[in-house]
């Protein structure tokens, strides 16, 4: 059984490697700050997720497999919020192509989408 897990653990850890891999190239060859920040965020989260299943399946032991639970719920805290931050900072920098935008909730407002001043 140990055996089985070992390979999985070896698969997971491949795959996780290459999202990671996969990420790193679309931040460095996608044209925009949203298409970046997406490269950037997406892949990379379950290429961490897959890398800690694949260290998990391969070390086993409870205080590892705690640290690691701990290092996934923070990821999948973390990032979103980062990709959140990114996304603001880009529109209220005026750093984005508007005509890729679907829709543009925010126009009209104020910096940084808040209402505009008086007026």
Known sequence: MATIADWVGAGCLVAGALLGLAAGIGVLRFPDALSRMHAATKPQVLGVLL?????????????????????????????PVAAQMIARATYRAGRLDRDLLDADEL????????????G
């Open 107 to 118: 126009a009209g407002r104020g910096p940084g989408g808040g209402p505009a001043g008086p």
């Open 51 to 79: 890398l800690l299943l694949g260290i998990a399946l391969r070390l086993r032991s409870r205080a590892d497999l705690g640290m690691i639970l701990l290092v996934a719920v923070f990821q999948l805290a973390t990032v």
